[in-house]
T-cell receptor, first 113, second 116 residues
Framework: GENVEQHPSTLSVQEGDSAVIKCTYS??????FPWYKQELGKGPQLIID?????GEKKDQRIAVTLNKTAKHFSLHITETQPEDSAVYFC????????????FGKGTTLSVSS | GAVVSQHPSWVICKSGTSVKIECRSL??????MFWYRQFPKQSLMLMAT?????????EQGVEKDKFLINHASLTLSTLTVTSAHPEDSSFYIC????????????FGPGTRLLVL
């Protein structure tokens, strides 16, 4: 089955700096890679996703890159703000009905002002 | 759009009692719903996959007689923790997929369960 590794487990940056979180996956059949942000005591919120036919996707300060050959994808947050502080999870799945997401262990991002 | 709600948001119960958690897709029809549990500072662990009108598929190690899942309609799934014990205390989160965007999962706000 699929296995998703996520690094780093914690990341501290200064406000305005960039943050990068990396994930690798094991199943070459996976073709959908979302990123979720989870604030304390709340459910995960989808912030961006990418499918295997795309190498990069950007939404304002957030971007995701995908390297299918190497089986890794990354989340890039630019111009970080204190409200970006949260736990970020990457995930992977196949594009099939009923297929569950497999999550990485999460990265706790702290942005200090 | 794509809002998922859960009820209750938190519950405290005595050991041995049963607790029901509801998961609703408010503005879309969810062909598949998923139930996760999350321990403090850990990732989400999939418990079961629920398709409308059929029996849930449980992950290895999850007791189906203890965690009863019912997906009675395209907008409602329930998780019942039967004979709850303190070790069942956790954060339970559901997610739902729409028919039109099969891969994307929208998560509910979670239910905090504390068993005394």
């Amino acid at each position: 089955g699929e296995n998703v590794e996520q690094h780093p487990s914690t990341l501290s940056v200064q406000e305005g700096d960039s943050a990068v979180i990396k994930c690798t996956y094991s199943d070459s059949a996976s073709n959908y890679f979302p990123w979720y942000k989870q604030e304390l005591g709340k459910g995960p919120q989808l912030i961006i996703d990418i499918r295997s036919n795309v190498g990069e996707k950007k939404d304002q300060r957030i971007a995701v890159t995908l390297n299918k050959t190497a089986k890794h994808f990354s989340l890039h947050i630019t111009e970080t703000q204190p409200e970006d502080s949260a736990v970020y999870f990457c995930a992977a799945s196949e594009n099939q009905a009923g297929t569950a997401l497999i999550f990485g262990k999460g990265t706790t991002l702290s942005v200090s002002s | 759009g794509a809002v998922v709600s859960q009820h209750p948001s938190w519950v405290i119960c005595k050991s041995g009692t049963s607790v029901k958690i509801e998961c609703r897709s408010l503005d879309f029809q969810a062909t598949t719903m998923f139930w996760y549990r999350q321990f403090p500072k850990q990732s989400l662990m999939l418990m079961a996959t629920s398709n409308e009108g059929s029996k849930a598929t449980y992950e290895q190690g999850v007791e189906k007689d203890k965690f009863l899942i019912n997906h009675a309609s395209l907008t409602l799934s329930t998780l019942t923790v039967t004979s709850a014990h303190p070790e069942d205390s956790s954060f339970y989160i559901c997610s739902a997929r729409t028919r039109s965007t099969q891969e994307t999962q929208y998560f509910g706000p979670g239910t905090r369960l504390l068993v005394l």
